[in-house]
């Protein structure tokens, strides 16, 4: 693993794990392939854009000359794919972009690798890797009392969004089985930390009780997450590509499955603690129950046994130590949130997403 391509390194999880890379290895080229959507953002990579190990491409995953010459220019031997549309409400709202990155974008990065790793330099296989950042909603939604999904659980997606990622999954899988592309997939559950994009529910919780806003919970706020801190997938990322086995699967959850209803009441009591003469103690008053989402899954919860007994990875993160770091985080970068939250894009998803509810 010596010249990386991240795609979608401007987003969340992207550029979180950048961070994580730049840090932990120091013989590392970091090239940062992303188009730069709505959910892309340059402000959470200004501290490494002058780091000589680290270069922004902006380029699409669907342009496939682009990502030809990315590959080729920069001698990549590692991929680490994050680029996609993400967000279950917008696939909702506006599915055809969902199935334009995630599925065609896939196929694009994968028909990329396959050119230059196979077609152009067969003998160096079992050097490179095609990672794929997949997520838990491939599996679908589990009862009450049903087991853990293992990765041998069959996949059964349930949004548009689930059914993009599952497509692209499989892609990766037939690209290892038939053209022998070295892989490796991880199925994630929900992550939160610093860099969340301020439209997926713990940001926007924070932002809302901190402007004394209404907190938006979908439904009853039953519905069961397992939440992961950002910095604890990135570690297990790292750790499946320097000893993840070919052709795997790994699940990666964070040990935590709180209803909805409880991660936003802890927000408050977060809050009201750190914050006790703030003009809207205490913060849950402002929770308001809203329309649920369509087709809402009920329950996520990942059985991480393999990777925890292969590649002895766990959560560092409790959820409680998490939450509170997460919140003094977006305290303490008042400019990255403003900046995006000035922009018509978000102030017109926002709108579209919660004026009807
Ligand atoms: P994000 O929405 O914050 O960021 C996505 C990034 O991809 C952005 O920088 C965007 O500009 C870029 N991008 C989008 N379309 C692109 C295109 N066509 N070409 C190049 N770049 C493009 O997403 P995230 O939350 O960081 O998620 C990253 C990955 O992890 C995704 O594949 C997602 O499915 C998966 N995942 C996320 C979560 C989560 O809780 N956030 C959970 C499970 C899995
Ligand atoms: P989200 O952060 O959108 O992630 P995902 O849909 O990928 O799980 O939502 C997490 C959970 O929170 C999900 O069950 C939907 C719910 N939710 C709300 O109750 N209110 C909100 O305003 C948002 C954005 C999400």
């Known amino acids: 693993m010596k010249n990386v391509l991240v795609t979608g390194g401007a987003g969340f999880i992207g550029s979180n794990f950048i961070h994580y890379l730049l840090q ?12 730069l959507t709505y959910a892309g953002n340059l402000d959470s990579l200004a ?10 491409i902006h380029g699409n995953i669907c342009d496939e000359a682009q990502v ?15 680029a996609a549309e993400s967000h279950v409400d917008r696939s909702i709202l506006g599915p055809r972009q969902f199935i334009e990155t995630n599925v065609l974008g896939t196929f694009t990065m994968l028909e990329a690798a396959r050119a230059y790793w196979i077609k152009e330099k067969g003998q160096l296989l079992d050097r490179v890797r ?6 838990d ?5 589990l009862k009450p009392g049903e087991p853990a999904w293992t990765e041998q659980t069959p996949y059964a997606p349930n949004s548009p969004y689930a059914a993009s990622k599952a497509s692209s999954d499989h892609l990766v899988r037939a690209y290892g089985h038939t053209y022998g592309l070295p892989y490796t997939i991880t199925n994630c559950s929900n992550n939160y930390g610093p860099y969340q994009f ?9 932002l809302n009780a901190l402007e004394g806003k209404p907190l938006p919970v979908y439904g009853d706020g039953q519905q069961i997450r397992d939440w992961l801190h950002v910095e604890d997938h990135c570690e297990a990322i790292h750790l499946v590509l320097k000893k993840g086995e070919n052709g795997s699967t790994y699940n990666i959850g964070g040990e935590n499955q709180p209803a909805n209803l409880t991660i ?19 913060h849950r008053r402002l929770i308001q129950f809203v329309t649920d989402r369509p087709g809402h899954d009920r329950r996520y919860d990942m059985d991480t046994h393999k990777i925890s007994a292969e590649l002895g990875w ?3 993160h409790t959820l409680k130590q998490g939450l509170l770091d997460t919140v003094q985080w977006y305290l303490s970068h008042p400019e990255w949130v403003a900046a995006i939250r000035q922009k018509q894009e978000y102030k017109g998803w926002m709108d579209a997403n919660y004026k009807s509810r």
């Open 47 to 56: 501290d490494v854009a002058d780091d000589p190990r680290y270069h922004f």
């Open 198 to 206: 301020p439209e997926k529910l713990i940001p926007v919780i924070i």
């Open 314 to 316: 766990r959560p560092r």
């Open 130 to 135: 095609f990672h794929h950042v997949s997520t």
């Open 137 to 141: 909603e491939v599996f679908g939604s």
């Open 24 to 35: 932990t290895e120091s013989d590392i080229k970091v090239v940062n392939y992303d188009a």
């Open 68 to 82: 030809n010459s990315a590959l080729k220019e920069r001698q990549i031997d590692t991929i680490v794919h994050f």
């Open 264 to 282: 936003v009441e802890t927000i408050c009591d977060i809050l009201d603690e750190i914050q006790p003469n703030a003009a809207y103690v205490p």
